[in-house]
């Protein structure tokens, strides 16, 4: 069973920084590209950010130039540093393994930015 285990959220004012972690034992991290989705309450999951194996990355409009995806291999650790946080970007942000045949997907964590 793989297991994606998410970390890093919480409640912070507009303007503000949260960086986002997330570690499986799997070895998916090393064979799939791995990604950010967030789901905003009346709203369909959305693709955040994505880094391939080899670390190309990939980034929705909305947060270019604000949010910064990186992955440590040897610690099989998903990092999403984000800053300049707006109202907008409230969700429930869930880590995922994006292989080939499946997606897998973590439990989703709770980041709250309030005016």
């Known amino acids: 069973q793989v297991q994606l285990m998410e970390s890093g959220g919480g409640s912070v004012q507009a303007g503000g920084s949260l960086k986002l972690s997330c570690v499986t034992a799997?070895?998916?991290?090393?064979?799939?590209?791995m990604g950010w989705y967030r789901q905003a309450p009346e709203k369909e999951r959305e693709l955040v950010s994505k880094?391939?194996?080899?670390?190309?990355?990939e980034y929705t409009d909305s947060v270019k130039g604000r949010f910064t995806i990186s992955r440590d291999n040897a610690k099989k650790t998903l990092y999403l540093q984000m800053d300049s946080l707006k109202t907008e970007d409230t969700a429930v942000y869930h880590c995922?393994?994006?292989?080939?045949?499946?997606?897998?997907w973590g439990q989703g964590i709770q980041v709250t930015v309030t005016s």
């Open positions: 995922a393994g994006i292989c080939v045949l499946y997606t897998y």
């Open positions: 799997s070895d998916i991290f090393t064979n799939c590209a």
């Open positions: 880094i391939t194996v080899h670390g190309t990355t």
